[in-house]
């Protein structure tokens, strides 16, 4: 590979869709791991030119997500990072075993600034970067006392000045859908990340936080995480296509002939126990989601008639173990669904869009200890060294952006391993397909969604 081909991939980690930067980085890591000649060298010089604490780390995060250590000197990698923060020190410790907190965070100078940028970082401070940043500094703010969120905008502010003040606009991308933030990462958002970093080490420096706490809100700006960041995309199943204008020629007939064709697909071993397929074109969205829901033979499945009415397991978490409540696995004396989200302990910046909805038949553990990892092509429940659910997600339709109105571009399907479901808590349990469909419709690209919610059980007559 000849080294300008390299260096475009490189380039690619800095791509404003976050779908692309995970590529690229998965792509990178796979020339690292086949020794490609040049590739580590050059990943290193381009993580030493970056002028912003979180691209560093984009190239950084190449090698915590992927454990690329092996791949690299240790000492190399420590004078690539230009650009310090609470973050990359962490970083840096967790790859190659450095010990301590020996703070090297840049912090931004104490100098009045004019407070004319003031209204733009309100404008930008919850779109161009996740809420997620902002909750934290409040919950920051709340607990220490200490002025976070202005200490943010100082930084924010500093930044500008120092590395660029013009703030493209995201028109090309997105629209009049201005809550772009999680969806794109542009120079704006780079910006607001490494100020987000920079108040913290701040704030580290001047005693308002321990180094533990410091480095646990830095996390916020991970960009993959190390679980996920394998998880290879499968093409998507041809019979999940078309599905606007099938919904509207067949309304919720076609809703039972996915799932249908969803159980085809399955392994004879497992049975289906969770649907999610979404579509997107220029006006209009269609999210269907469809969840096997289980009872005792004494209740009514059929008498239920929308979905607050049931209950959904309490989230697990990817990394280690899952413990979930008793009750799951002994009474359900109200209808239960087998899937539950289960989330990794910190989300990257690029892959949350497809942390947050991974799905696994978490139902019947009880007590019992599961563990989940990561595969190429899935993500894994097992039991006992016994696979007991699996979660596969498709390419939806990947566009660098997405509706407000609309909850996921992810499409997945979750199985559960048909000898755990026949034996979870005994005899007695009846299991019965539950959907839920969105549709999102506008006139324009550049007004709001009519969203409508439909929600009904799938017949025995319609399977």
Known sequence: MTSTTVLLL??????????????AARRVARLVRAGEAGVAEALLTWMARRSLESEALLGLGVIHAFELAPYFDSEDVDASVQKRSLLSEWMLRANHGRRGHVFRALVSPRTPLNEEDAEEFERYKDTAVAPIFLEQLR???RDVGFEFVARWQHDWTWLRQTVGREIPEPDFFV???????AQLHLRTTEILVTAYLRTLAYAMYVGKLDAERAEEYSMQALPLNRGLADLEPIARPRWSHRLLHRWRECGSQVVAQLWMDAVQDCDATDTLAGLTVVEVNETDFIEIEVDMVAGREDVSLGGLGVEPLLLRGP????????FLDEYLGRALVTPTKLCTPVFPPVLGRLDAEVALHVRLACLGLGLVRGRVGCQDDCVELSVGGDVVSRWRYWYADWQPARPLALQSTVCGATTVARRWLQTVDGAGLSVRPFARVRVGTREHAYTEHDVRVEEFW???ADL
């Open 315 to 322: 989230p697990a978490r990817m990394a280690g173990d899952i």
């Open 175 to 181: 629209g009049s859908d201005r809550g772009y933030g």
């Open 458 to 460: 799938i017949e025995p």
């Open 139 to 141: 919950t920051l703010e």
């Open 10 to 23: 490189l380039e690619r980690l800095l791509w404003p869709v976050p779908r692309i930067r995970w590529e």
